[in-house]
């Protein structure tokens, strides 16, 4: 498997539910022949480092999914 990486915009909501920057990448390559998708965000929460993905195999990684999994992720950090 082979990636290709490059920056992308962080959600939003990723730098404000950590109340700091949040960095994201999207990748893509393939598995197997079968194209795959990658959204990576990066993001600390108190002495807590997230690093989240979401794959898409055959389609396209969903921006929003993203979104929600790292406000989710970063609100539970927040509580520890």
């Known amino acids: 498997m082979t990636l290709a ?5 962080a ?3 990723a730098a404000s ?5 949040a960095h994201a990448y ?6 197997g022949g079968i194209p795959l998708e990658m959204d990576i965000v990066l ?3 108190g002495g807590v480092v ?13 921006p929003a999914l993203t979104a929600t999994a790292v406000r989710a992720a970063a609100a539970r950090a927040a509580r520890a």
């Open 17 to 21: 539910a950590a109340g700091r920057e």
């Open 50 to 62: 997230l690093l989240l993905t979401n794959t898409s195999l055959g389609g396209t990684a969903d």
């Open 43 to 45: 993001t600390r929460v």
């Open 26 to 31: 999207r990748a893509t390559g393939a598995l």
């Open 5 to 9: 990486l490059a920056p992308a915009p």
């Open 11 to 13: 959600p939003a909501s």
